[in-house]
T-cell receptor, first 114, second 114 residues
Framework: AQSVTQLGSHVSVSEGALVLLRCNYSSSVPPYLFWYVQYPNQGLQLLLK??????LVKGINGFEAEFKKSETSFHLTKPSAHMSDAAEYFC????????????FGKGTMLLVSP | ETGVTQSPTHLIKTRGQQVTLRCSSQ?????VSWYQQALGQGPQFIFQYYREEENGRGNFPPRFSGLQFPNYSSELNVNALELDDSALYLC?????????????FGQGTRLTVV
């Protein structure tokens, strides 16, 4: 069965600093990986996804993530944090056993200080 | 903003009651998945409907049930509500059978059981 581990329930950065949110996955098959963002009292918005091909994927709002099979990781980065990036971020792996659904990590709250 | 709409946005119910949540899927999507997101947790998969039939289920008891209609909209029903059912319920629509299928989430229904 697939699983996702997000290291750090909270990450604090200063505005303009590098953002690094960690995600490790477990999957018995080549994974499809996703990062979603959730603002307070909102649903989930897709930031980026890895399916096949290039291992460095770029998403919206300047975020990117790199799929590293040898490390079973899919960490999310952004070179320079903005106040509007403050939100909760979820890493997810898609299952493909007869039907497709998402297994999520517990989430990482990103706090951005001025 | 996605084309997935959920109603109601907020709901307060008493323990033991029954509740129905509704979801309209994005145009062109034939699959609806439901997730429960407890406070401080990642979304947990409840079940998925495709072509009006349940085709996958997570670790939730039978008092969680659903329907999908010919227009692909869906309902989630929960009987005999318990306090632990208090959560944000998210609906996601997708198109089954396509490569790189992506799930689009609604804004969620916040259910409080008192």
């Amino acid at each position: 069965a697939q699983s996702v581990t997000q290291l750090g329930s909270h990450v604090s950065v200063s505005e303009g600093a590098l953002v690094l949110l960690r995600c490790n996955y477990s999957s018995s098959v080549p994974p499809y990986l996703f990062w979603y963002v959730q603002y307070p009292n909102q649903g989930l918005q897709l930031l980026l996804k890895y399916t096949t091909g290039a291992t460095l994927v770029k998403g919206i709002n300047g975020f990117e993530a790199e799929f590293k099979k040898s490390e079973t990781s899919f960490h999310l980065t952004k070179p320079s944090a903005h106040m509007s990036d403050a939100a909760e971020y979820f890493c997810a792996v898609r299952t493909n056993s007869g039907y497709s659904t998402l297994t999520f990590g517990k989430g990482t709250m990103l706090l951005v200080s001025p | 903003e996605t084309g997935v709409t959920q109603s109601p946005t907020h709901l307060i119910k008493t323990r033991g009651q029954q509740v129905t949540l509704r979801c309209s899927s994005q145009s062109g999507h034939n699959t609806v998945s439901w997730y429960q997101q407890a406070l401080g947790q990642g979304p947990q998969f409840i079940f998925q409907y495709y072509r009006e039939e349940e085709n996958g289920r997570g670790n939730f008891p039978p008092r969680f049930s659903g329907l999908q209609f010919p227009n692909y909209s869906s309902e989630l029903n929960v009987n005999a509500l318990e306090l632990d059912d208090s959560a944000l319920y998210l609906c996601a629509s997708s198109s089954q059978g396509t490569v790189n299928t992506e799930a689009f989430f609604g804004q969620g229904t916040r259910l409080t059981v008192v």
